[in-house]
């Protein structure tokens, strides 16, 4: 058998080579791995950080709203500060979805 | 603090001169106040500001208060009078008063600047990833 196709079988030696191994056992990851080194730990510490201040600017805004707060730049401020959280949020999301399409489109 | 912490920091500093400009405005409120010579004057308000405790930031650490034997003017007139002619005014001075006033009004709006600046800067960084 001469076929044009048959030294791909050469790629069965490589085989051999295992190195994949220790980067799939969980003692190597356990040391990277803290309570908020993964993605997702950080992603939710994140997001409750981002809720904490969109509810301060709420709560400010009722204040504003009853003539209760003293200083109205403290609201403007706190809604600046929940604005910016929000468009993180959103740019890391958009982040996220984007690397999840680019997944999804790698096929054959 | 948090992650946008120079908004913060600014946001202590707004605190700081606000209450800067009420007590001024309290002591050119109270400038003409004038009470017998058994009391005591109006004391004029004067703001302390410190480093905030945690290090970030400003904050108002007290009030310090001005003469209370404010000074003596010769008003026989006046139904406060005392029987040699005096009432007690509040040693307070318009001229002073009127530059704090500018420092605070000019120190609120530097730190409402960094919030504007810090804003943008915060907004540039955020839209370097949507790219």
Do not use: C, H
Request: proline fraction near 3%.
């Amino acid at each position: 058998m001469t076929s044009p196709i048959s030294a791909i079988g050469a790629v069965g030696g490589l085989s051999g080579i295992a190195p994949v191994n220790p980067l799939q056992s969980t003692a190597g990851t356990e040391a990277t791995s803290g309570p908020n080194t993964d993605f997702a730990g950080m992603l939710s510490k994140g997001l409750e950080s981002v809720q904490a201040s969109q509810t301060n600017a709420d709560n400010l805004a009722v204040q504003v709203a009853n003539g209760t707060l003293s200083d109205p730049a403290q609201y403007t401020m706190a809604a600046t500060e929940a604005s910016l959280g929000l468009n993180l949020t959103m740019a890391i999301r958009n982040k996220a979805v984007e690397a999840f399409q680019e997944i999804m489109r790698m096929q054959a | 603090m948090s992650t946008f912490n120079a908004i913060g920091v600014a946001g202590s500093g707004v605190t700081v001169y606000r209450k800067w400009l009420d007590a001024v405005s309290d002591n050119i409120a109270n400038i003409d106040n004038v009470s017998k010579t058994s009391q005591n004057a109006f004391q004029a308000r004067y703001v302390v500001a410190q480093e905030a405790q945690d290090g970030n930031g400003a904050q108002v650490g007290g009030m310090a208060y001005g003469s209370a034997e404010g000074r003596l003017t010769y008003e026989p007139d006046n139904p406060l009078a005392d029987s040699e002619g005096y009432v007690r005014r509040p040693d307070i001075d318009l001229g002073s008063q009127m530059a704090q006033m500018i420092m605070a009004q000019r120190a609120y709006q530097a730190n409402l600047a960094v919030v504007d600046r810090a804003r943008d800067s915060y907004q540039a960084a955020i839209n370097l990833g949507k790219g």
